[in-house]
């Protein structure tokens, strides 16, 4: 058992983890992302595995997405969210 270190936690101390990156996506007929360009590559959507969105805080400042789990050519699963208020897209790892 790891003993209580006793130390306070510290909100300065805290980071996001796994933050998602800008991304510019290009989207198919039926509006379902056929490849992605981030980190200066660009790759083809292989599989879209699930869709789904998410409208909350609609009291406050509303958040509208639209989201995408993918596979991309390399392999590669990641998590596509466009923000319907701007129409920015973001990738973020899963």
């Known amino acids: 058992m790891v003993p209580l270190s006793r130390t306070p936690l510290r909100a300065d101390r805290l980071r996001a983890l796994n ?3 800008p991304a ?7 509006g379902q992302p056929a490849a992605v360009a ?8 292989e599989t879209v595995v699930e869709t789904w ?3 909350d805080e ?3 400042a ?19 969210f466009e923000d319907l208020t701007t ?8």
């Not at 509303?62 to 596509?80: C, D, Q, S, T």
């Open 19 to 21: 933050l998602p990156q």
């Open 24 to 30: 510019l996506v290009e989207v198919d007929a039926a």
């Open 38 to 45: 981030w980190d200066g590559k660009r790759r083809a959507v």
């Open 53 to 55: 969105r998410l409208d």
């Open 58 to 60: 609609w009291w406050r």
């Open 62 to 80: 509303p958040i509208r997405r639209r989201y995408a789990e993918v596979v991309l050519e390399n392999g590669k699963r990641v998590v596509l």
């Open 87 to 94: 129409g920015e897209w973001r990738l973020q790892l899963p």
